[in-house]
């Protein structure tokens, strides 16, 4: 294999092994703020043991996040060497900062959170929650602003050596992809953490070990994953796909698995691209809905692949359809079970209807799977471009790094995370079991 | 400009090095300070709430670095591959060394993440050492303004240069003895009773060693490249500079035998700043000299657009206020000793 196919595998496996754990820290972040803010406002001790347990989850899951990330930003340079001599001055700008506005916050308080509650008080404590909150968020700004200057370049110049050089700060960090980027991403961050609290009360009531908190985290968990998948289809889904019909149309006919042009174009439900009949085989189908869905009118005219020039497609165009569908298609799942969830709560039916209990606790690995079939979606649909319409991926890799090398530390990659993936579980299982019985205990950790 | 981020992002690695050098300095001595599983987790303890913060130094100076000098980024990253990635590894496990530790209370458990500990942070600080080697020595660079260095070549340091050479090795032993001693001065500061003694006398004979490395490593630069003493010949001012190397290895001997912990770590801290300091003063202009001079990374040719320094410079100045006051609020309200007796 090439340097340049094992570069992007491995930096495809990489970031999107990270992602695992930012999404929930990400989701849970708000959670944990939400329930120390019910302890001081329902004055319930309970929320409070809430909250403990899942920053312990939250602390766990922290760690995996850091550790993984650093070779995220460390690969731009090994791997990437020739993107970033053209980019880093600009995109340089939102990773430095994310580094000195998100990750000095979060790390100055995350020890103070998980360790510091007896010394703090009450309401420093949720103090500590909030900033913790804020730092996991503002991380997200600015690793999506980077994102997005990839996606959708802007406020830059070509210089004389041919490098980008910024030439608006604000136009990067308020880019307009980002924003709403940063809107859709987050909100699926939320429902990953609001699915795995929801999830294991469904668990711990379901088991009969905890049933008192497992109520408390299924109330809280459905309400929040009602809420956040919602969010997810309309409106922040929907800006999203108007962003890339507006920017990216080539990506656009990809997604939907498009080859001609057409006026009211249906909207496929399922069905698989044939590249070389150039043709979807065994679509089901809704009629007029994508004109409608892109351009708000049923006879819109929307273009197909063939109509932009071949050295412009996405270079896969059947996982970037499979990713699409994967994303949307669990997206509209996500809203049907938490729709059902919350009546079932407000009817009074929730706790004990067993097979909804079931369909709620097995679903928590979904929202990973849908948060990384959409980021494989906005990525594949970016290429063959690694910054849009400025510089392709093929010629973005380390020139003097070669194919032996970087398949080393690729499996290398492999073992290391083998190695954390099984830790990862064990604790987490065990943190699980652990609150069978320390939940409702008030034990609080002061030292490691 | 240029030279203004040249310094602002020497700083942070300095900071790096100071903050980050006292956890791997801890690791490294781990096993001869903490005698049995209780004592280790004291030591752990004693760098626990943090390590994490310190390490961010390294994302957020690889990021100023980034967009600062986006040549030099690529080259020497893409260049350094395989050490840079195996950097990489080692901080996953040193993080789980310190973090997992406690996870679980179980005696197999806390000898395995104690060894990982110790292994990932004695090898962290050889590469660390290695890695100032090559930048003093310089690297194969091209017209291109790209290099390859593999792990080891035949341990020379001209022609076809290896990231290991008998220099550059000896820059990560020197590493190495700095950060236990640096390690041991911040494990005496906050710990109490055996563990306290035993940090002190280590920091009392890794001394004798440190200044043999040091003056052996001295020499070293002085053979590799005599050109570093340029600068010192141009702005005499910077004898300065290894006026305090030489007056900071006194002030850790002299406070160590005091007694006065406080003191001797901030000896250390000296100690290492000026040796880092040393080093920046005697490159600049150069961040990354190559073997073949004509091809070297300066601030000039490796630097950023002029815009996004002077903008970056606004935010960078008001976000290192914020850490700063981080940091203060961090150091004390985990001041103090760790007592055994806090343990579980």
Redesign the interface.
């Known amino acids: 294999m090439e340097a340049n196919t094992l570069d992007r595998i491995q930096f495809a496996f990489t970031i999107t092994y990270h992602y695992l754990f930012p999404q929930l820290t990400m989701g849970l972040a708000p959670l944990i703020v939400i329930f120390k803010s019910l302890a001081i406002w329902k004055n319930d001790e309970r929320w409070n043991e809430a909250a403990r347990f899942w920053g312990k989850i939250f602390g ?1 899951t922290f ?1 995996f996040g ?3 990330g ?2 995220m ?2 690969q ?18 939102t ?7 998100a ?3 979060e ?2 308080f ?3 959170f998980l ?2 509650e007896k ?1 703090l008080g009450r309401r420093l404590h949720w103090v500590t929650a909030f900033l913790l909150f804020v730092g996991t968020w503002t991380s997200g700004w600015f690793i999506i602003a980077t994102n997005a200057w990839m996606q959708h370049p802007v406020g830059y110049e070509i ?1 004389a050596d041919g ?1 980008a ?3 608006s ?1 604000r136009a990067l960090v308020f880019n307009e992809w980002a924003i709403y980027q940063y809107l859709h991403n987050m909100g699926g961050a939320f429902v990953t953490g609001a699915f795995a609290v929801a999830s294991l009360g469904a668990f711990y009531v379901l088991s009969k070990k905890q049933v008192e908190y497992g109520k408390l985290f299924l109330k809280a968990g459905v309400i929040a994953a009602c809420v956040g998948s919602i969010w997810m289809l309309f409106p922040s889904g929907d800006w999203k796909g108007q962003l890339v019909t507006k920017y990216q149309p080539v990506t656009l006919a990809a997604m939907e698995g498009l080859f001609d042009t057409t006026e009211g174009a249906p909207l496929v439900l399922i069905g698989q691209p044939d590249m070389e009949k150039q043709r979807l085989d065994n679509a089901i189908h809704i009629p007029k809905m994508l004109s409608f869905l892109s351009y708000q009118h049923w006879e819109a005219r929307v273009r197909g692949l063939n109509e932009f020039p071949k050295d412009q497609h996405p270079d896969n165009v059947p996982l970037l359809y499979y990713s699409y569908h994967i994303m949307v298609g669990l997206g509209t799942i996500f809203i049907a079970i938490m729709v059902a969830a919350v009546f079932w709560l407000w009817r009074g039916w929730l706790y004990s209807s067993n097979w909804l209990l079931w369909i709620v606790m097995l679903a928590f690995p979904l929202p990973f799977i849908a948060n990384t079939a959409g980021w494989l979606t906005a990525e594949l649909g970016r290429q063959p471009w690694l910054v849009y319409g400025l510089m392709r991926t093929e010629h973005g890799h ?5 194919s032996g ?1 970087v398949l ?2 690729l499996i ?1 990659f492999f073992g ?1 995370y083998t190695i ?1 993936s099984l ?1 990862y579980i064990f ?1 987490i299982l ?1 943190r699980i079991e652990h609150g069978e019985s320390e939940l409702g205990a008030a034990e609080i950790k ?3 | 400009m240029e030279t203004v981020w040249f310094i602002l992002v020497a700083f942070m690695l300095v900071c790096y090095v100071v903050l980050d050098g006292f956890d791997i300095g801890s690791g490294i001595v781990h096993y001869l300070i903490g005698k049995n599983g209780s004592e280790r ?1 004291t030591v ?2 004693a760098i ?3 390590w ?2 310190n ?2 130094w ?7 670095l ?3 000098f ?2 030099l ?10 050490p ?2 195996m ?3 080692l ?2 496990l040193r ?2 060394g310190i ?6 209370d179980n005696e197999m458990w806390h000898e395995f993440w104690d060894f990982v500990f110790c292994l990932a942070s004695s090898l962290l600080a050889i590469f660390y050492g290695a890695a100032l080697g090559n930048v003093i020595r310089g690297v194969p660079l091209d017209e ?5 260095e593999p792990l080891f070549t035949h341990w020379g340091v001209t022609g076809d240069t290896g990231i290991l050479d008998w220099f550059t090795l000896l820059c990560g032993i020197v590493a190495f003895v700095a950060l236990a001693v640096h390690g041991a001065n911040w494990q005496a500061l906050k710990t109490e009773g055996e563990i306290n003694k035993r940090s002190r006398r280590i920091v009392s004979k890794g001394w004798y060693l440190l200044v043999v490395v040091t003056a052996l490593s001295l020499i070293a630069v002085l053979n590799v490249r005599p050109v570093i003493l340029d600068n010192y010949s141009a702005y005499p001012v910077g004898w300065l500079i290894p006026i305090a190397v030489f007056a900071s290895l006194i002030a850790i001997k002299y406070f160590n035998a005091k007694g006065i912990e406080k003191q001797a770590f901030l000896a250390s801290t000296a100690y290492l700043g000026s040796m880092l300091g040393g080093a920046v003063f005697g490159l600049y202009p150069n961040v990354l000299p190559a073997l073949d001079p004509n091809y070297s990374l300066t601030v000039h040719n490796a630097k ?2 002029n ?2 320094m002077s ?2 410079l606004i ?2 100045v008001f ?2 206020m ?2 700063i006051g ?2 203060f ?2 150091f004390r ?2 001041k103090g000793k ?1 007592t055994a007796a ?2 579980e």
Request: glycine letters at 12%; a neutral charge; charged letters at 10%.
């Open positions: 766990i760690l850091v550790v993984t650093i070779p930003e460390f731009f340079g090994t791997n990437w060497a020739a993107f970033s001599k053209y980019a880093g001055g600009v995109i340089g700008q990773l430095a900062m994310e580094g000195v506005f990750f000095f916050l790390s100055a995350i020890g103070l360790f510091g010394r210089a490098s050089h910024l030439t700060f380390s020139p003097l790094v070669s090398n080393f530390t290398g290391m954390l830790l604790l065990r002061e030292a490691y | 987790a752990i303890r626990g709430p943090i994490d913060g390490e961010v390294l994302i957020a100076a690889g990021g100023t980034y967009f600062a986006p040549a980024y690529s080259s020497a990253f893409s260049g350094f591959y395989l840079l990635i950097v990489l590894w901080l996953i993080a789980a973090e997992l530790r406690h996870q679980l291109t303004g790209y290099f390859f950023a657009g815009y996004g903008v970056g935010w960078w976000g290192m914020i850490v981080y940091f609020f961090l309200t985990f760790v806090s343990h």
